[in-house]
């Protein structure tokens, strides 16, 4: 079984467009992250959320917008898109202990390729 | 935010330690140091986690001064598959997660 799913796993669009990632995590973890990873492998983060709740919100453009449904899934919707977005997304989710986020677990990533 | 420091690239032979060090001179009293590897096309895989002093499991030890403005994964007697990039990750709790840039690692026959 998947421990974290991201689908599409690779998306190519237009600029101007506006696409949605989904992921879900089976494994019952309270939170769940957005990754993005640049060409030259950099990684970054851009939300988390706990429990639905968003935790962390780093310095990303508003075109960018992620939902938490529920405390599974946390998809990752992109508004009017760029060159600029091309970049592997990763989800990845985790459960706090004692005020501690224990390992992330990750998921296979999405391939977004803007033109 | 605790900004980290890791060397861009290491090569290493098949059955020899490697040591990689990562810096995080502002790192926080909460956070605590996380290594991930990662192979190409995949997403990044848990290692080790520390706060303080070493922890050790079957695949990798990690070494932490008592300063904690630095940390060093040690892997073991490296093999071709452990040809990697390797993040160093400071912070936890609500604070902001900071990966390195990754150090490459290159095992050799």
């Known amino acids: 079984d998947t421990a974290v799913s991201q689908t599409p796993k690779y998306l190519v669009t237009q600029m101007g467009n506006d696409k949605s990632i989904k992921c879900e995590q089976n494994l019952g973890h309270d939170t769940m992250y957005w990754y993005k990873q640049d060409s030259k492998k950099f990684l970054k983060i851009m939300f988390s959320?706990?429990?639905?709740?968003?935790?962390i919100n780093e310095t990303v453009p508003n075109r960018f917008s992620p939902k938490s449904p529920d405390k599974a899934h946390l998809n990752l919707h992109i508004n009017s898109l760029e060159l600029g977005d091309s970049a592997v997304y990763f989800c990845?989710?985790?459960?706090?202990?004692?005020?501690?986020?224990?390992?992330?677990?990750f998921g296979p990533g999405t391939r977004l390729t803007v033109l | 935010l605790a900004k980290t420091t890791q060397p861009i690239s290491m090569d290493s032979y098949e059955g020899q330690e490697v040591n990689i060090t990562c810096s995080h001179n502002?790192?926080?009293?909460?956070?605590?140091i996380t290594w991930y590897q990662q192979f190409p096309s995949q997403g990044p895989r848990f290692i080790i986690q520390g706060y303080k002093t070493k922890v050790t499991n079957e695949v990798a030890s990690l070494f932490i001064p008592a300063d904690r403005k630095s940390s060093t994964l040690s892997l073991p007697r490296v093999s071709l598959s452990d040809t990697a990039v390797y993040y160093c990750?400071?912070?936890?709790?609500?604070?902001?997660?900071?990966f390195g840039k990754g150090t490459m690692l290159l095992v050799s026959p």
């Open positions: 959320y706990n429990n639905k709740e968003l935790i």
């Open positions: 502002n790192i926080a009293t909460n956070d605590y």
């Open positions: 990845a989710s985790s459960q706090e202990l004692a005020g501690v986020r224990n390992e992330q677990f």
């Open positions: 990750l400071v912070g936890t709790g609500y604070s902001t997660l900071t």
